[in-house]
């Protein structure tokens, strides 16, 4: 491999980041999708189906907040 082939540090960081936070990412479009099955089928009420939806939501905007945090960080130390 010459060094035209190599990936670049922030390609690598990048992937890395992306490859962190895929798992809860994943697990909050569970939920979302649980959350609208069940007011679908079981006919859980809407209240609680938006209280659902409203989590992933703030969880999401927690996640791309550490994410920039992180790569941040990640900038400052290399």
Do not use: H
């Not at 010459?2 to 479009?29: G, H, S, T, V, Y």
């Not at 939806?53 to 290399?78: F, N």
């Amino acid at each position: 491999m010459n060094n035209d082939q190599l990936i670049p540090k922030e390609k690598l960081k990048e992937r890395e980041l992306i490859r962190m936070f895929e798992p809860i990412e994943a697990e909050m479009e569970l939920i979302r999708a649980s959350a609208k099955f069940n007011y679908t089928i079981n006919k859980t009420t809407e209240k609680q189906t938006n209280l659902i939806l409203a989590y992933a939501t703030d969880t999401q905007k927690v996640v791309e907040v550490l994410k920039s945090r992180i790569t941040l960080l990640w900038e400052a130390t290399y």
